[in-house]
């Protein structure tokens, strides 16, 4: 009877491991189609330097003679906001109706200089071709399979207890800001999957031991090039997540000194993509459209840091708008994934070790640090210039500390009811996202309207609807919340020592304070 019972279990729990990933897939390619080209932030400039990011190439990206800040691109690529979707870009684009959207035209918007790290546009810059939409759409589609095939990669090599924290961080810390850019054409989707990823992933490489191990450590240098090579901010993450890691992870043992060197490898590299980066975050501050003609004194902005900053923490989870902060969310999606988020978190600490917390004050104290510092260089105050997507990573970071299960302590569990009840707020709320996104591109900002398919201004044509992309979305989100919830719940038979080995079943994972 028993042996019935857990046969069951088994199957059960392999269904869910193989419908998750296809589920949390189906629901990034509806917010993929979901919105047009140009509708994630600053994409103008994303998508030109993409397109000119392997060089010189006829047809997709020439030089401009005498003008070598600029460069030639597809004019649907280079006014890709030069339509009334963009109402309040339309003032700055010159537009030729005689030229057709392959038509070269100049720019100088884009990374021609080097403001940004190569690697994301490189690797973008493969399916750049004259179809810009459709090159467009594959991008988006490429960052989509990258999240989810990593990720399960990542989830597949961690020990149970570390699994857990992975499905936790992501499943309360996406919604719904970082679910939009997972599939979209900023690099800020490759910093999101680094922030949230990497610390893990050198943290199972401290822990693990043969084939994980070597495992474990490629991902690391993947999540640490893809992260670093996006983003300069991200390459400061990087080394923030190896120092997190290393608190958690560090032993007095010879071993552990030889396992460093990897780690620190990656930290070299940050540095590099760093300050080969002309990107002002963090040194010169950033140069935004903000009055700084009467700036406050130090103390004044410190105060209003302290006052004011965790909105762009409560930002990322819908207090915000997404988009090019044109898409305001509704009440519930705030509510609810910030509830979600706090009451999760909250029950992470009934595991807990002085390691543990002290990892978590780091996290704590950077997610504050970070764009105090960077505001303060801009002399701008909280509202101005950073914007929520900046720091995601730092609170998917600290998310994921807080769901750390510590050794010779309570494990982290939830019952049945608290699963059903945060899968369900956080797929609502998703749900509710989509809905207002793709609202803002079919019938504009205004009266929301349940149906769709209302005074439509806009949509891809086919026999696809806007209902049809939001219902299969929020369906598969849905799918994907359940998933993970009934995933990272803890079973008695996941004690396993972090070499893989059965051990004691409080023995979630090792601890050395």
């Not at 079919?442 to 609807?465: E, Q, T, Y």
Request: with cysteine.
């Amino acid at each position: 009877m028993q042996s019935s019972r857990t046969d069951r279990s088994d199957r059960y729990r392999w269904t869910l491991l193989i419908a998750t990933p296809v589920f949390a897939l189906i629901a990034l390619v509806m917010w993929a189609v979901a919105t047009p080209i140009g509708s994630s932030p600053d994409d103008d400039f994303h998508l030109a330097s993409t397109w000119c990011a392997l060089g010189d190439r006829p047809g997709l990206c020439e030089e401009v003679p005498g003008h070598p800040e600029e460069r030639a691109i597809p004019k649907g690529v280079a006014q890709v906001l030069c339509t009334d979707l963009f109402p309040s870009q339309l003032a700055k684009c010159d537009v030729d109706p005689s030229q057709s959207a392959r038509d070269l035209i100049p720019t100088a918007r884009g990374n021609f200089g080097g403001t940004y790290p190569p690697v994301y546009y490189a690797v973008m810059g493969v399916f750049a071709s004259p179809q810009y939409a459709v090159s467009a759409l594959a991008m988006r589609l490429v960052n989509a399979v990258l999240f989810v095939g990593l990720t399960s990669l990542l989830y597949w090599l961690l020990t149970p207890s570390r699994r857990r924290t992975l499905l936790w961080a992501w499943a309360i810390g996406i919604v719904p800001l970082g679910v939009s850019l997972l599939s979209s054409n900023n690099p800020s989707s490759w910093a999101i999957i680094a922030g949230g990823s990497l610390w893990l992933a050198v943290l199972g490489w401290f822990e693990s031991s043969g084939r994980r191990a070597i495992g474990l450590g490629a991902l690391a240098v993947v999540f640490a090039v893809m992260g670093a090579g996006a983003r300069a901010d991200s390459a400061v993450y990087t080394v923030l997540g190896i120092v997190v890691a290393g608190i958690l992870g560090v032993q007095r043992t010879r071993r552990f000194l030889l396992k460093a060197i990897l780690p620190l490898g990656l930290v070299l590299i940050a540095v590099l993509f760093y300050f080969g980066a002309n990107q002002s975050v963090g040194t010169g501050g950033l140069t935004g459209s903000h009055d700084a003609s009467t700036p406050l004194t130090t103390a004044q902005y410190v105060w209003n840091y302290f006052e004011e900053l965790p909105q762009l923490w409560a930002g990322s989870l819908g207090t915000w708008p997404i988009g090019w902060l044109d898409i305001p969310m509704p009440a519930v999606v705030s509510v609810a994934s910030v509830a979600v988020f706090g009451a999760v978190t909250f029950t992470g600490l009934r595991s807990r070790s002085v390691r543990k917390l002290i990892a978590l004050g780091f996290a704590l104290v950077v997610m504050f640090a970070v764009p105090a510092y960077i505001l303060l260089k801009s002399k701008a105050t909280v509202g101005q210039e950073v914007q929520p997507r900046y720091i995601l990573p730092l609170l998917l970071l600290f998310a994921g500390v807080a769901m750390v299960e510590v050794a010779g302590g309570r494990g982290i569990s939830f019952t049945r009811l608290q699963r059903g009840v945060a899968a369900l707020a956080l797929s609502i709320a998703g749900a509710f996202a989509l809905h207002a996104s793709i609202h803002r591109y079919v019938s504009g900002a205004g009266v929301s309207d349940f149906d769709l398919g209302h005074g439509m201004r806009w949509w891809w044509g086919g026999p696809v609807s806007p209902m049809a992309v939001w219902v299969v979305g929020s369906l598969a989100f849905a799918g994907a919340m359940f998933g993970a919830f009934w995933l990272a719940h803890r079973r008695a038979e996941d004690g396993t020592r972090l070499d893989g080995q059965p051990t004691d079943t409080r023995e979630v994972v090792t601890s050395h304070d």
